[in-house]
């Protein structure tokens, strides 16, 4: 189907009429394609026993019945692609081996964590959600952190810092903490990385003495 509406009479559709159901008594015949992102995704077929060609006025009808199809079946397709998107954030989020921290910009407080996270820092899910980004940082450097991590995200879409996080415990680690803005849910958020760098920083230290 080139993506035109048809319309036709039952004795001009190439059917075996020694079949049954050529000899349904069908006269008008509507083939209206209905369109989703500029393709043909199906099509609405109506037949009629009563007149032998199909008034304009309900060609009409039968053309926009079919736009309003073609819209739902957009919609549905969006909002299938975005429980799928969804789905695959929610997996790649938890199976990432850095810690990573969804931080809402309104309040700088943390909405949503993987389980990196959590064992970064010794907290369970339920006790890291909902706390205020600022208290995972160690005292002696959050102006420092917040300071050049603002003062990036002026200029460049993301930024990238050295710190410490605090643990459950009272220990501290340091990470490299890369940080970058986008919306979700409507809401203007900070997706944050932390890397462990222990080791990193032992092996600078080992290679300096």
């Known amino acids: 189907m080139a993506g035109w509406p048809i319309y036709t009479t039952h004795e001009n559709l190439p059917i075996n009429r020694s079949r ?19 393709r043909v995704v199906g099509c609405l077929n109506v037949a009629s026993r ?9 060609r009409t009808l039968l053309e926009t019945t079919g736009a309003h199809l073609g819209n ?10 975005l429980e799928e998107s969804t789905r695959q954030y929610a997996t790649l989020f938890e199976l990432a081996g850095d810690a990573l921290f969804v931080v809402r910009l309104t309040d700088r407080r943390i909405i949503d964590v993987n389980q990196a996270a959590c064992d970064l820092l010794g907290h369970p899910k339920r006790d890291l959600l909902d706390t205020a980004w600022d208290a995972m940082i160690d005292a002696s450097e959050k102006e420092d952190f917040v300071d ?3 003062a990036a995200l002026k200029t460049a879409e993301g930024c990238l810092v050295e710190g410490h996080l605090r643990t459950r415990h009272g220990t501290t680690v340091p990470v490299e903490i890369s940080a970058r803005p986008f919306t979700m849910k409507g809401e203007p958020v900070l997706f944050m990385m932390a890397r462990d760098i222990s080791a990193r920083l032992r092996a600078q230290e080992e290679k300096e003495r």
């Open 20 to 38: 049954p159901e050529g000899t349904e008594g069908l006269k008008a015949i509507a083939v209206v394609p209905i369109h989703y992102e500029g």
């Open 72 to 81: 739902a079946l957009g919609r549905i397709q969006a909002r299938q692609d």
């Open 148 to 150: 050049r991590c603002r």
């Open 50 to 58: 009563t007149p032998i060609e199909i008034p304009q006025s309900e």
